[in-house]
């Protein structure tokens, strides 16, 4: 006997709505292990350490990150080294494909369900820390593999203008290039033709002390758009301008080299944009279609004619609105949130013994920001060998 809408009773819509709509909202509820209980210290580091080893696997580079930016502000070289390269370990294998990634394209899993890597401006700041401290372990090619793996991260903008456009990375290219004993030329000829004002210092391979500096308040994170399907980035407010460099005799000004506010906004759309985009189309539709099944279906199923056809498409019209609401076009403002404003960086050449120096921060109009000034000495122990100083405005 053939099958007709005739024979579908009410209860057996709605048993088969709840079967459909059930199997919808399961197949977009990825479970993961929730964040275990901890206590907070206000220790950023402690903290940082702590939410590495509770928070969700998910979260766990991005934590690496912000750890590892606090621990280079306090000298904690060895600890940034550890944080840095698991979180890098750990970037190079979502890059060769990553099952929490691809699920996050579809339409009922959240973007931010999906394992952090980052935006292009904050895997370059992974690599550029992590280029720094390998020349401070007197491993220059292998910081250049960094800087370059750094510039690397920016390659795929959208508005191919703004693609690979860190000066300082190259720059630093062309400055260990030399240093190693290679030619310089193309990689300084790429800093300087990124450069707006003013243009990097002259290359000198035989400046013996090294003095990487940064400054400011970077971009974050945040949504818009109906569904807050819509990424965008709010530039980090600053009263940091410049800085001034003072180390024994010689005074070097020290003006932003690249800006990671302006890095983060001008890279144009991500492909997870669009994504995103026709998620938010997708749940606006099915949400549409919903309300209109349901209202018509309500309208035929008040005549004894119609019912069960009223009643059939109340219950699509059910469905429609629970896979709408299952949809997940929100996207993803976890942040790196703890980066700088401005990069800099400075070569000198100084005698070995020990220099009293200091960097004094700058507002607008070149006035120095009170209590900013950081004061350290530099100890230089070879007149080959490099000497490397990391200098941040958030230095503890």
Known sequence: MPCSSAGVGPRALWLLVSALGAGALLGGCATSPPAKAWARTGDPLADGLAAIANEPARDRVLWQYRTAAVAMRRGQFAQAKALLDDALLTLGGISAGDKSARQARSYFHREAKKAFRGEPYERVMAYYYRGILYWIDGEP??????????????????NKQYASDYLLLDYLEALATAKLGGDPTDALKRAQALAKLPQPPALDAGANVLVFVEYGNGPTKYATGEYHEQLRFRPGVSVHQSAVLKAGDQTVELAPSDDLNFQATTRGGRVMDHILGNKAVFKSATDSVGDAALVSGAILAGDHDTRDVGLGLAAAGLLSKIVSAATTPAADVRC????????????????????????????????PIANLTKSFTINVTSATADTVVFVSDKNQ
């Open 141 to 158: 090619d292998n910081a250049r593999a960094c800087f370059r793996s750094a510039q690397l991260q920016d390659s795929d903008a959208e």
């Open 336 to 367: 790196w949130d703890n980066l700088p404003q401005y990069l800099s960086f400075a070569a000198l050449r100084l005698p070995v013994g020990a220099y009293p120096a200091t960097v004094e921060f700058r507002g607008q109009g070149g006035s």
